[in-house]
Nanobody, 124 residues
Framework: QVQLAESGGGSVQAGGSLRLSCAVS?????????MGWFRQVPGNEREGVAS???????RTVDSVKGRFAISLDGTSDTLFLQMNSLKPEDTAMYYC?????????????????WGQGTQVTVSS
């Protein structure tokens, strides 16, 4: 059973930084997977932010490119999202997600394992 647990959210002023973490458990050593970060504002659809494959291939959406960086520590099975130059429009609940995948590149669709979320609030 794959379990994901996010941490690191909080409140910050515009221009500030936060680092989100996601502890992953339940993968076997040979499981091919993709992992990703998503965010959702109440009343809006959930939006993919970034993904990373087990091979280390990364994908970041245009709205956060150059400001957000996804990374994966395979030793500790921890996923990170470094968020710099935060803007009020980045305010959302951020979710860590995972899926089994045999592809080198990870799309931001069809994730089926989800964490509980961590709130990020950016004030102007």
């Amino acid at each position: 059973q794959v379990q994901l647990a996010e941490s690191g959210g909080g409140s910050v002023q515009a221009g500030g930084s936060l680092r989100l973490s996601c502890a992953v458990s339940g993968w076997t050593g040979s499981t091919p997977y993709c992992m990703g970060w998503f965010r959702q504002v109440p009343g809006n659809e959930r939006e993919g932010v970034a993904s990373i494959s087990r091979h280390g291939v990364k994908r970041t959406v245009d709205s956060v490119k150059g400001r957000f960086a996804i990374s994966l520590d395979g030793t500790s099975d921890t996923l990170f999202l470094q968020m710099n130059s935060l803007k009020p429009e980045d305010t959302a609940m951020y979710y860590c997600a995972a899926k089994i995948s045999y592809t080198t590149h990870c799309s931001l669709q069809d994730f089926n394992y989800w964490g509980q979320g961590t709130q990020v609030t950016v004030s102007s």
